[in-house]
């Protein structure tokens, strides 16, 4: 069974400190991989896609970025935080190309001050 | 405009009782999904919809891509469904886009 992770479960950060959130899925080769963001009582925005090792898409620009570094991880991150940042975030696989079903991680409860 | 228009935005529900949600597209979906958000925030996958009908317990979907609209039917519902509900629309090989979701309340 796959089984993703996200770390870390919560962060609090300063206004214009970096960030790194990441994502681990395991249990499946060659998953496509997304980041999410959702503000507090809002809906969900894709930000990123990957569907290899070293290829990602923006999909949204929020000034954040996105790596995959390994099939099975993948990172956001920032330089220089903003409180717009603020919210949470969710990393989500599906199998294969095309049109398929996504499936969510836990997510990260990030608070800028 | 939103692309993916969800309604209502919020309901409350008398235990037992039965609710219909709806997602209107204004893009081409080709495929959409239902989910509940329970308050801890984990997104729990309810429905995978090609065109066409599903039911799981309690639950039953529909997605009708002709005339670009999505519905999701609760049965009886009980105290354990409250949450709020997402539809997403996927328009483009994993280009999800969201409702802004229904945030359904059970009373017992």
């Known amino acids: 069974a796959q089984t993703i992770h996200q770390w870390p479960v919560a962060e609090i950060k300063a206004v214009g400190s970096p960030l790194s959130l990441g994502c681990t899925i395991k249990?499946?080769?060659?998953?496509?991989l997304y980041w999410y963001w959702q503000a507090t009582g809002g809906t969900l925005q894709q930000l990123f896609y990957s569907i290899t090792v070293g290829q990602v898409e923006s999909v949204v620009q929020l000034n954040l970025s996105a790596s995959r570094p390994k099939d099975d991880q993948f990172i956001l991150s920032t330089e220089k935080l903003l409180l717009s940042h603020s919210g949470f975030y969710l990393c989500?696989?599906?199998?294969?190309?095309?049109?398929?079903?996504?499936?969510f991680g836990p997510g990260t409860r990030l608070t800028v001050l | 405009g939103d692309k993916v228009k969800q309604s209502p935005s919020a309901l409350s529900l008398q235990e037992g009782t039965n609710s219909a949600l709806r997602c209107n597209f204004s893009?081409?979906?080709?495929?959409v999904q239902w989910f509940l958000q329970n308050p801890r925030g984990s997104l729990i996958n309810l429905f995978y919809?090609?065109?066409g009908t599903k039911e799981n317990g309690r639950l039953k979907s529909a997605f009708d891509s002709k005339e670009s609209y999505s519905t999701l039917h609760i049965r009886d519902a009980q105290l354990e469904d409250s949450g709020t509900y997402f539809c997403a629309a996927d328009y483009n090989q994993g280009k999800l886009i969201f409702g802004q979701g229904t945030k359904l309340s059970i009373k017992p």
């Open positions: 919809l090609v065109p």
């Open positions: 893009i081409a979906a080709t495929t």
């Open positions: 249990g499946k080769s060659s998953p496509n």
């Open positions: 989500a696989w599906s199998p294969g190309r095309g049109y398929a079903e996504q499936f």
